[in-house]
């Protein structure tokens, strides 16, 4: 890949370093003053989320608040798939909003955006096909 298509990681030292987490998967995210660029494990935001739901469902924090080109946002995320790599980059990206700011924690919480989704999968159980599925059952 050409190096003028890959965006420069926004140097200094971040404003906020948080953690989002949703299912599987965990985004360290840190904000930084700049001009709305988003880099997501080193690669331009569009290239890792190319579905426009993924980009708005990450994205809505920065909307919600009005900051969509007041802070850089660089995420380094593991795990999980990528809707739930969306939800934990947008729950890192609401905490360090409110963190940088105390007025916008009570609009991000209204919106529904500072509480953890704590829904997992649930583990397989023995003696079943999986968490709840049991083998058909057969009268004869």
Do not use: W
């Not at 404003?15 to 700049?34: N, S």
């Not at 209204?110 to 083998?135: F, Q, W």
Request: hydrophobic share 35%; glycine share 10%.
């Amino acid at each position: 890949m050409p190096a003028s298509t890959v965006p420069a990681a926004p140097r200094g030292k971040p404003l906020a370093q948080v953690t989002g987490r949703r299912k599987a998967a965990v985004a360290r995210v840190r904000l930084r003053p700049g001009s709305g660029t988003i880099v997501v494990n080193r690669r331009p935001f569009e290239s890792y989320f190319p579905s426009a739901t993924h980009r708005m469902i990450a994205t809505q924090p920065l909307r919600v608040s009005g900051n969509s080109d007041t802070y850089d946002v660089e995420a380094t995320i593991d795990g999980g798939g990528i809707a739930g790599q969306a939800g934990a980059l947008c729950l890192g990206i609401a905490r360090g909003l409110a963190e940088l700011d105390a007025d916008l924690r009570q609009s991000l919480k209204r919106a529904g955006l500072l509480t953890r989704d704590a829904r997992e999968k649930e583990s397989k159980k023995y003696g079943l096909k999986k968490a709840r599925k049991a083998p058909q059952y057969s009268k004869r």
